[in-house]
């Protein structure tokens, strides 16, 4: 089993900045590419980024690309979301995800491809 704890959301203003944290615990030699998610009110769950293992292939949503930024420490067992000029549509819930085998690019991007989830964090940004 592997445990996902976030952290770093809050309330910020647009065109804030914001830097989320996951850290990894329990079977962390298995995990694989690392993803984040968001999920806001009465919204399916939808990708935001993804990492592989190696960090050679990123993956970004459109609504997100140039304003979101993943990294990943394999030392540390954690996976960063740096975000920045935040919109309002931003707000939602944020989730990390991982997975225990190698994904391809495009399988990156989907979340029935992750087998462990944290409980998320949540992110507001006011207009």
């Known amino acids: 089993q592997v445990q996902l704890v976030e952290s770093g959301g809050g309330l910020v203003q647009a065109g804030g900045s914001l830097r989320l944290s996951c850290t990894a615990s329990g079977r962390t030699f298995s995990t694989r590419a690392m993803g984040w998610f968001r999920q806001a009110p009465g919204k399916e769950r939808e990708f935001v980024a993804a990492?592989?293992?190696?960090?050679?292939?990123?993956s970004y949503a459109d609504s997100v690309k140039g304003r979101f930024t993943i990294s990943r420490d394999n030392a540390k067992n954690s996976v960063y979301l740096q975000m920045s000029r935040l919109r309002p549509e931003d707000t939602a819930v944020y989730l990390c995800?991982?997975?225990?085998?190698?994904?391809?690019?495009?399988?990156?991007?989907?979340?029935?491809?992750?087998?462990?989830w944290g409980q998320g964090t949540q992110v507001t940004v006011s207009s």
């Open positions: 995800a991982t997975v225990s085998r190698v994904l391809s690019f495009s399988a990156l991007r989907a979340a029935y491809e992750y087998e462990y």
């Open positions: 990492i592989s293992w190696s960090t050679i292939s990123t």
